[in-house]
């Protein structure tokens, strides 16, 4: 799938603001930045942030006095986020928890027409497998000959299924609390927004309603707009009839049956893993090699794919991939080539007094057979020569606290850090070289 990109824009005339961009999960992504303040390129028409000022309206819509009166209301909260429609302002959710993983979804379950039951979706979410869940409300709505979905989500949770320039949007988040809309690049150029930036939504036989658009950024597969809590309650949007699901390490295929049978007749499933999205042929062999110094210690082997991860033959995981004891981090499980030069690194980092600098608790694995998050190019975990440490810490786009010193033995031994990519992955380290202990 191609990475949308995402252009923030603001306020009167929908002045462009600026563009995000980065690729999930692909080093070469441009960009880098906090999870807090994400690098963001300017656009040669680039304009100041600002809340919706002004007397203006909409001719013939009838519904000059209510925008002025929210253009009236508009301002600054206490902690600088913007507040533009204070009746159907929410609580903004704050910066992301450095504990919390961005990836997309594997599944969506929707009912359009009631909500899922609370006991449903914990059940779901107990499901051994399931990683997170995020629950919404959604509802289509036809516009000039065109339907798009509009969602109303609680931005803390929701953000977190979104690709990474918009998840560490951290201003979106803000105004979609603030009672703004979030439109998708496509969605933003096909809807009937104004020249003052407002857009008008009516579900059903209500009167529609005027929101005005705070952002505009990618979103999940099948979501056009977005919206807060508030502002799905005043659309009449079911509340609470839809459930996104990611599965993280277990094939959401292998989950598919465990999650239909606890939902019944209650919702039907959505695929939006990689393999459903790309349309990927879960019965084709397909054949995975590394190229350069390290490609013939590391060898090469035949896979097939299941949700997002690949199964590789079990000659190859016999021959090459072994579980041993290491210094630190205690067993692990990784390509055999590797583990002389992950122990002595180890070691090394031991004898400088570093070994606190990382915690076992905190290593996300080695060998793990699976895609780069939302793509079908196979991540170095697939030949067991990539290791993810301190992750909470350390999540995609972030500078992360990676201790320098550990960093700088770990190149000394031949391994490059995510650190240094222009879309920083600082828990990220990987067999560059071989370099063999002496």
């Known amino acids: 799938m191609q990475m949308r990109r995402g252009v923030a824009r603001v306020a009167g005339g929908l002045a462009v603001a600026a563009v995000l961009t980065a690729c999930a999960g692909d080093p070469s992504g441009a960009g880098s930045g906090t999870a807090e303040d994400p690098v963001m390129g300017t656009s040669p028409v680039s304009e100041a942030l600002e809340a919706p000022t002004g007397g203006g309206s909409a001719a013939g819509s009838g519904r000059s006095t209510d925008r002025e009166d929210r253009q009236d209301a508009a301002g600054g909260r206490d902690d600088g986020v913007v507040v533009a429609d204070p009746e159907h302002a929410v609580e903004p959710p704050g910066p992301r928890g450095r504990d919390e993983a961005i990836a997309p979804p594997d599944m969506l379950l929707f009912n359009a027409d009631e909500p899922l039951a609370d006991e449903v979706v914990d059940e779901i979410a107990a499901v051994d497998g399931v990683d997170e869940v995020s629950r919404l409300s959604m509802a289509q709505v036809s516009l000039e000959e065109r339907v798009y979905t509009v969602a109303a989500v609680d931005s803390a949770t929701y953000r977190l299924f979104t690709p990474p320039e918009s998840a560490l949007f951290q201003e979106q988040w803000d105004r979609v609390a603030g009672g703004e809309v979030a439109l998708t690049t496509a969605s933003e150029k096909s809807l009937p927004v104004d020249g003052d930036g407002y857009l008008q939504l009516a579900l059903g036989e209500d009167d529609a309603q005027e929101i005005h658009v705070g952002a ?96 590789p033959e079990q000659a190859w995981e016999s021959q090459y991939i072994s579980t041993e004891e290491v210094p630190i981090l205690g067993t692990v499980t990784c390509n055999k080539a590797m583990m002389p030069q992950l122990r002595a690194a180890l070691e090394e980092i031991t004898l400088a007094g570093l070994a606190d600098k990382i915690n076992p608790g905190e290593y996300a694995g080695c060998y793990y057979p699976r895609f780069i998050a939302g793509s079908t190019t196979l991540s170095n975990h697939s030949f067991g020569t990539a290791f993810d440490l301190n992750v909470p810490g350390n999540l995609r786009g972030t500078v992360g606290e990676m201790d320098r010193g550990v960093v700088a033995i770990f190149k000394r031994w031949g391994f490059a850090w995510g650190g240094d990519w222009s879309y920083t992955d600082p828990m990220h380290f990987e067999m560059e070289s071989l370099v063999e202990p002496r």
């Open 216 to 311: 505009i950024a990618p979103q999940i597969d099948q979501v056009d707009a977005v919206v807060n809590t508030s502002w799905g309650e005043e659309l009449g949007i079911p509340a609470g009839n839809a459930l996104l699901v990611r599965t993280g390490q277990k094939a959401p295929q292998a989950l598919r049956p465990v999650i239909a049978k606890i939902l019944g007749d209650q919702a039907t499933i959505q695929d939006m893993d990689v393999v459903a999205r790309e349309g990927l042929d879960t019965d084709a062999t397909q054949q995975a090699f590394l190229v350069g110094g390290v490609a013939e210690a590391v060898g090469t082997f035949r896979y097939t794919v299941a949700g997002g991860q690949v199964i």
